[in-house]
């Protein structure tokens, strides 16, 4: 059974920084692949980004070019997964999920909550 927790989850001005951690329990986190959605209320969780396991790594067109450096990253020993978001504006706003897939299986964690003051 797969345990996501997520943190680092806060308030932030428009422009700043955060970086979103996920720890996972899973023994085999590395066959994993793992992502970050966004839900704001009265919308479906959105893709922000991805990483395989085999570390290759997928962002939404949302968040191109402002995220995209070093953005998603992955620590098999550690198993953690990091989200590094920059230049965060106040649509960026709402509670990020992490999730583990393999096999056809979706495991998600509670979420941390991120708002974006303009």
């Given at each position: 059974?797969?345990?996501?927790?997520?943190?680092?989850?806060g308030l932030v001005q428009a422009g700043g920084s955060l970086r979103l951690s996920c720890a996972a329990n899973g023994r085999t986190?590395?066959?994993y692949s793992m992502g970050w959605f966004r839900q704001v209320p009265g919308n479906e969780r959105e893709l922000v980004a991805t990483v395989?396991?085999?570390g290759n790594s997928l962002y939404a067109d949302s968040v191109k070019g402002r995220f995209s450096i070093s953005t998603?990253?992955?620590d098999n020993a550690k198993k953690?997964?990091?989200l590094q978001m920059n230049t965060l504006k106040p649509e960026d706003t709402g509670v990020y999920y992490c999730r583990a897939r393999a096999?056809?299986?979706?495991?998600?964690?509670?979420?941390?909550q991120v708002t974006v003051s303009s």
């Open positions: 059974q797969m345990r996501l927790v997520e943190s680092g989850g986190f590395g066959s395989t396991s085999g998603i990253s992955r953690m997964v990091y096999w056809g299986i979706s495991h998600w964690g509670q979420g941390t």
